[in-house]
């Protein structure tokens, strides 16, 4: 029985990984995008600095909530 927690544990933690990798690709992409928007409203006259403070005075985006396994009703033990 721990032989088998073992492997689910690691084959979960090797899933895991390998989309971190492809999260970390994807934001990279969207983060190119962003500058290369950035530098084209520059050539056309737009400072999104100066607007940028605006917009934080309107709205302050709520980051993620971090939930626990208990939380999410995630049982490791159901799962085996």
């Keep these: 029985m721990s032989q088998e927690k073992i492997g689910f544990h690691k084959g979960s933690i090797s899933v895991l990984a390998k989309e ?39 709205e302050k985006p709520k980051g993620p909530k971090e939930v626990s396994a208990d939380e999410a009703g995630i049982s490791l033990d159901d799962q085996l």
Excluded: A, F, Y
């Design 20 to 58: 971190r990798e492809e999260l970390v690709k994807i934001v990279n992409i969207t983060e190119q995008l962003m500058q290369l928007h950035l530098e084209e409203l520059k050539k056309l006259g737009v400072d999104l600095t100066k607007e940028l403070p605006k917009q934080e005075k309107q």
